[in-house]
């Protein structure tokens, strides 16, 4: 049997045992805090040494692209022929091949010899054609290997990125385009349509060529295959439309000089040029069609009056298109003007509106056209232009009276200098000016007749303690009452618009009711104004009176109608003082007072009564036609 070990000296091992491991753990934890710290460090450090080294090898690497780049653009040429499949391609250029090894030394002893061609990438597409990658020998390698075949010294030789053919052929472009358009006069017999074919598969080949493309015409070459089409069909299928359309304005011919198709289809197909006659071209075509079309669009409504087939004058058509400009210009600016005066007189007063009856059914005078009789006069001669004149009146007589002149102050004469129209009637107006010097000219039809317009509103009125009782059981009172009416003052067709004030509906009423109540009287055409207001009435049912009127003033005529002296025993009469009206309108505000409120109501729960106003005035209206005047 082993000794038996004393308690106390078993209990002082232990102590001593416990000691040494808490001795050896805190001996590991400091061990451990030292080696992490290290490794943290360790860590810092080479991490801060690798972003160091990244950051030089993207520097290195980023100079090293420039200088590749640089030396891409200086040695690229366009190449012509057959694309070979990109397995064929050698690199960005015949010295970078040699330092490839033996099979770029092989290429370029081929090339040497004669027997190689330098191969292209296949290009990449574009949503408007092909831009091609392909790098090609520097300039002097070109001439002296013979490979590039695209450097045609006659367009100026290559400039940067093939800029100087790039150029020659939007010259080229240009010039076919001017010959089609002033010499050819954009004929379309046998002769000048193989003339224009000819030249336009030679400019085609030189835009494939330059582009490095295929000549295979519907892959590569699709677009100016199309836009030849285009050049050569076009005026064709114009000239063909013109007996059956009045859709296609005359002035089309006149446009074509501005709208070279097979150059625009070029300016916006080509991307691989950053030359500047890209940029100002596309920007060119923007341009000029924004700006015609917005023009013409706004400011002018053009009828066509002939197209031809046979040769066009096209300088005269541009001239004319000039012309249409510029009196597009000109009634641009009248309506603006006029929508200005119309918009500070909204700010400034109010403006209540109306419903006009029987829109298809116009009243009034109205011109249906004013032409010149001839589109060039010369000068010395006098000028005709004729007027063909509409006028429908339901009642009284209309008495017109006609003057022209020129925009410059020319008086002319017309025949006849008035009219008088009664019901619906068509008749001519010829306008003769003395002789013009040369140039453009704008004529001004004036014509000046009487009218009269009437507007009428129903309004219903409810007694006021009904309505509230109503309103507060949360009732629908329309839908109780049977109120469909929508109480909009309708006026009569014609120059001039009436408008009320809207009021509640229905309104509301008790003895000695006090209402607001507006009128309106405006200029409703913009090709003209009320020269003057000679009466303008306001019929109230018997059971209502008017007063306070402004800024018009009323005058009261009982039941007698001021400008016929007949009685109507259901309404009061009252005559305002006339405003002026001009061309814009005139609102007159008065106080809307119930005397009798049971002769409106009596033992009915709602009445129905038609307030109504009369206007008679006398109204200008200015038609513009344009003529030249040529020597």
Not at 9 to 22: C, E, I
Not at 254 to 262: A, E, N, S, Y
Not at 462 to 488: F, H, N, S, Y
Request: proline share 7%; net charge neutral; glycine share 8%.
């Amino acid at each position: 049997m082993p000794p038996k070990i004393p308690p106390a000296l078993m209990n002082s091992l232990k102590r001593k045992a416990a000691q040494g491991l808490n001795a050896a753990k805190t001996h590991v934890v400091d061990k451990g805090k030292d080696l992490g710290a290290k490794a943290v460090d360790k860590s810092k450090e080479l991490g801060g040494k690798a972003i160091t080294k990244t950051k030089d090898l993207g520097v290195t690497a980023k100079d090293k692209l420039k200088t590749k780049y640089a030396d891409y653009k200086a040695s690229r040429t366009p190449i012509a022929g057959p694309r070979p499949p990109s397995s064929a391609y050698s690199g960005p250029g015949v010295a970078a091949a040699a330092a490839t090894g033996a099979v770029a030394g092989a290429t370029m002893a081929g090339v040497a010899s004669g027997a190689g061609r330098r191969r292209t990438p296949p290009p990449s597409r574009t949503p408007f054609g092909y831009t091609p990658r392909s790098e090609s020998k520097g300039k002097g390698e070109s001439k002296k290997k013979g490979g590039g075949g695209s450097n045609f010294p006659f367009f100026g030789g290559h400039k940067e990125q093939g800029g100087g053919l790039a150029i020659g052929i939007v010259i080229f472009l240009l010039s076919i385009h001017l010959f089609d358009t002033f010499v050819l006069g954009i004929s379309r017999f046998p002769s000048s349509m193989l003339l224009i074919i000819i030249l336009y598969i030679i400019a085609i080949a030189l835009i494939c060529r330059v582009q490095g493309l295929s000549f295979a015409p519907w892959r590569d070459s699709y677009y100016y295959w199309v836009g030849l089409l285009c050049v050569l069909f076009l005026p064709l299928v114009v000239s063909l439309l013109r007996p059956f359309s009045n859709l296609i304005p005359d002035f089309f011919f006149g446009l074509w000089p501005f709208f070279p198709i097979m150059l625009g289809i070029f300016l916006f197909s080509e991307s691989s040029f950053d030359t500047g006659i890209f940029h100002w071209g596309r920007l060119y075509y923007e341009v000029i069609f924004w700006v015609i079309f917005f023009i013409l669009l706004l400011g002018h409504i053009v009828i066509p009056t002939q197209l031809q087939s046979a040769p066009v004058a096209v300088l005269d058509h541009v001239k004319a298109l000039w012309d249409i400009v510029w009196d597009s210009i000109v009634r641009m600016y009248e309506k603006l003007m006029f929508g200005y005066e119309q918009s500070i007189a909204y700010a400034t007063g109010k403006y209540y509106q109306g419903t006009v009856e029987n829109q298809g059914e116009p009243l009034g005078i109205y011109v249906e056209e004013f032409e010149p009789t001839e589109e060039e006069i010369i000068e010395g001669t006098p000028l005709y232009a004729l007027a063909i004149i509409t006028g429908k009146t339901l009642e009284d007589p209309i008495h017109l009276k006609a003057s022209c002149a020129t925009d410059d102050g020319i008086v002319g004469t017309t025949s006849p200098t008035e009219l008088e129209i009664e019901y619906e009637v068509a008749d001519t107006i010829e306008c003769q000016i003395p002789s013009l010097p040369k140039g453009r000219h704008q004529l001004i039809l004036t014509l000046t007749f009487n009218f009269e317009t009437w507007g009428y509103s129903p309004l219903t009125f409810v007694d006021k303690g009904a309505w509230r009782a109503m309103m507060a059981e949360k009732k629908d009172i329309l839908q109780e009452l049977q109120i469909t009416d929508d109480p909009t003052m309708t006026y009569s067709p014609g120059p001039v618009s009436i408008g009320m004030m809207k009021m509640n509906h229905p309104i509301p009423v008790e003895e000695n009711s006090n209402l607001s109540f507006g009128v309106t009287i405006g200029n409703d055409w913009t090709n003209g104004e009320v020269e003057r207001v000679d009466k303008n009435i306001i019929m109230v049912p018997k059971e209502f009176e008017l007063s306070d009127c402004s800024p018009a003033k009323e005058t009261f005529f009982g039941h007698k109608d001021p400008e016929t002296d007949e009685e109507d025993p259901a309404y009061n009469f009252y005559l305002l003082e006339n405003p002026h009206v001009g061309r814009t309108f005139k609102t007159s505000h008065c106080r809307l007072i119930l005397k009798d409120k049971d002769a409106l109501l009596g033992l009915e729960q709602k009445a129905i009564r038609s307030f109504i106003v009369r206007t008679s005035y006398q109204y200008t209206m200015k038609e513009r036609s344009s003529a030249r005047v040529i020597g």
